[in-house]
């Protein structure tokens, strides 16, 4: 059974597997042969990144962002990586634009499986578990109907669309889910 636990290098072999299966960390910036050369290179230096966020990141637009607290979750099953759950502990003003308090995303070969629905509410379940939250932002691109789905799923309600702050013209829907 699947499951959402902390990452650890017994998962990292099928991480990078995934990486190479066009799983990308970061849904604005694509992986490229470049990127993921990097994170074999020094796995254990990727690793302790997801472990021990540095408190800054290089944005969307190349400029450096102070970087919120965050945590970063993996959905596995066994030893086999199938996504993560990204949780933003507070938001900043960039965050309340695009991007909310949790991300996720699954392994092309994991898709459609239902692994993103049940590793959001297993995400849900652990920010109830470990922060004060009462409500959560999740923001989706109006074209992500598989997203909008998962939200949906999960209890979340449409409040507004907002222009898109890193990709010019496209738009980014909000949706609030209580806890
Ligand atoms: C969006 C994403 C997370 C969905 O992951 P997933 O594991 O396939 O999602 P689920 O299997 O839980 O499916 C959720 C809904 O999507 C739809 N869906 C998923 N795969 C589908 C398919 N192959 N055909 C039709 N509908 C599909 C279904 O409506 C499903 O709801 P249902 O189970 O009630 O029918 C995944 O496609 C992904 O990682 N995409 C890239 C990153 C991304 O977009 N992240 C979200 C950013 S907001």
């Given at each position: 059974?699947?499951?959402?636990?902390?990452?650890?290098?017994r998962y990292m072999a099928s991480f990078l597997e995934a990486?190479?299966?066009?799983?990308?960390?970061?849904?604005?910036?694509?992986?490229?042969?470049?990127?993921?050369?990097?994170?074999?290179?020094?796995?254990?230096?990727?690793?302790?990144?997801?472990?021990?966020?540095?408190?800054?990141?290089?944005?969307?637009?190349?400029?450096?962002?102070?970087?919120?607290?965050?945590?970063?979750?993996?959905?596995?099953?066994?030893?086999?990586?199938?996504?993560?759950?990204?949780?933003?502990?507070?938001?900043?003003?960039?965050?309340?634009?695009?991007?909310?308090?949790?991300?996720?995303?699954?392994?092309?070969?994991?898709?459609?499986?239902?692994?993103?629905?049940?590793?959001?509410?297993?995400?849900?379940?652990?920010?109830?578990?470990?922060?004060?939250?009462?409500?959560?932002?999740?923001?989706?691109?109006?074209?992500?109907?598989?997203?909008?789905?998962?939200?949906?799923?999960?209890?979340?309600?449409?409040?507004?669309?907002?222009?898109?702050?890193?990709?010019?013209?496209?738009?980014?829907?909000?949706?609030?889910?209580?806890?």
């Open positions: 059974m699947a499951e959402l636990v902390v990452p650890h290098v990486l190479h299966e066009g799983y990308s960390r970061d849904n604005l910036r694509p992986e490229t042969p470049k990127s993921i050369a990097e994170v074999e290179a020094d796995p254990l230096a990727f690793l302790d990144s997801q472990l021990n966020p540095p408190d800054t990141f290089v944005q969307p637009d190349g400029s450096l962002g102070q970087a919120m607290p965050w945590t970063a979750l993996w959905w596995v099953e066994n030893y086999r990586f199938l996504g993560t759950v990204h949780v933003r502990h507070e938001l900043n003003e960039s965050l309340s634009r695009v991007g909310g308090h949790v991300g996720y995303a699954m392994r092309p070969s994991a898709r459609g499986q239902g692994h993103a629905s049940a590793a959001l509410a297993a995400g849900l379940d652990w920010i109830r578990a470990n922060l004060p939250l009462k409500r959560v932002l999740l923001t989706v691109n109006p074209s992500n109907s598989h997203s909008i789905r998962v939200i949906q799923k999960n209890g979340g309600v449409h409040t507004q669309t907002v222009p898109h702050i890193w990709r010019p013209g496209e738009e980014a829907m909000h949706f609030w889910i209580e806890l």
